[in-house]
């Protein structure tokens, strides 16, 4: 590559206006939630498993954690962006192999249906989700 | 010292399936390229061989195989990259590209690749009035500069036939086609960056690349193909080139 000796005021910059395009959308989310998983899944993990002994991590250590409103967003978020980002993953998987058009329209119909029904079946039950039942 | 050489074979008109050729070269010099061994079975052992090479100095692009499993050129490739150092044997195993459809031997049909090379327009777009001093349209060596990487490919197919979402699906366009998109799209004077970021944008564009870097492994010309790819998707993504 050419050294580039001048400024980057040099360098032309030009815009463009972009089509919508799901491909791109699906792409920058995938970035976008790799990014707050890295915050959310690590950090819970440190929480769970490190700052508190694994050999705690029983029904009433969560059930005492989700008396909080802040413990159950978390794990909603964590939940909300694991959960696309996967099926996200298993849809590109998806794709690279199944070459049928009609199929993987299908496909991805089911998991998008997949995806919202269960974030709004695990949401629920986080939400509501009652402590003094698990004492 | 000697090379067992072993060479996936296929006629068409005689066999039903590829084959193994096995074929005992002595006297090898470990500066000798594959090529110079492919052309000693050709022309020593069996002259059935067929290979596509025509410049045999890593210019023309023709003789890119699957050289003990990694893309490149065979003329550019020296047994001594391929032994340990003072060995007295060694074994090489050559086989065409993957992802094209094999003709004979180690000759592909190159005609899926040239189709997605031209899908992406791989020429100067500018229906702006020339200068009128009647000389070149400038550019600073800045904007020069952006392009310059992939303006040494040599569309030998190394890249595209190492990539395995090319593999899984040859609708890919690949990591050539690409390459060769990022040289006009980045080019200041070029006016069709936008018909070729639609293209390079599609479904089966850049957003097929997982970033493998095999491509970028792959070329002889040691283009940053990888990093090209990444390229065109911010601008795909922030809509400035």
Not at chain 1, 99 to 110: A, E
Request: with cysteine; glycine share 6%; aromatic share 10%.
């Amino acid at each position: 590559m050419t050294a580039v000796s001048g400024t980057s005021e040099k360098v032309t910059r030009r815009a463009v206006q972009l089509e919508a395009n799901f491909e791109r959308i699906a792409y920058l989310g995938m970035r976008m939630s790799g990014i707050v998983l890295l915050v959310l899944a690590v950090g819970h993990m440190m929480i769970q498993h490190v700052l508190n002994s694994s050999t705690n991590l029983t029904i009433q250590f969560v059930a005492e954690q989700w008396r909080s409103w802040g413990w159950k967003s978390y794990d909603m978020l964590l939940l909300i962006f694991a959960f696309s980002h996967g099926i996200n993953g298993l849809r590109n998987v998806l794709s690279d192999y199944i070459h049928n058009d009609k199929i993987m329209k299908g496909i991805n119909v089911f998991l998008a249906v997949f995806l919202v029904v269960t974030i709004l079946w695990a949401g629920f039950a986080i939400a509501r989700f009652d402590p003094a039942a698990i004492q | 010292m000697q090379v067992q050489l072993r060479i996936r074979r296929f006629n068409p008109e005689k066999d039903e399936k590829p084959w193994w050729g096995e074929y005992t070269l002595d006297n090898v010099n470990p500066n000798d390229s594959v090529l110079d061994l492919l052309h000693r079975v050709k022309w020593e052992i069996d002259g059935t061989l067929t290979l596509r090479r025509s410049c045999a100095h890593g210019v023309c692009g023709s003789d890119a195989m699957r050289i003990n499993g990694a893309n490149a050129l065979a003329c550019k490739t020296l047994v001594a990259r391929l032994i340990k150092e003072g060995a007295t044997q060694a074994r090489i195993q050559v086989e065409p590209i993957l992802g094209l459809p094999v003709v004979k031997d180690l000759v592909v049909d190159m005609e899926p690749f040239f189709e997605h090379y031209k899908s992406v327009k791989p020429y100067f777009i500018n229906n702006s009035p020339p200068p009128e001093n009647g000389r070149e349209r400038l550019q600073s060596p800045e904007d020069r500069a952006r392009y310059d990487d992939t303006t040494k490919c040599i569309l030998c197919a190394a890249c595209t036939t190492s990539c395995p979402s090319f593999w899984a699906d040859g609708r890919y366009v690949g990591p050539a086609a690409i390459v060769q998109a990022h040289r006009f799209i980045f080019d200041s004077r070029d006016e069709g960056y936008a018909e070729r970021l639609k293209v390079v944008g599609d479904t089966f564009g850049v957003w097929r690349c997982r970033t493998v870097f095999n491509c970028t492994n792959a070329c002889p010309r040691e283009i940053e193909v990888t990093k090209a790819i990444a390229e065109v998707k911010r601008a795909l993504t922030t809509g400035k080139v």
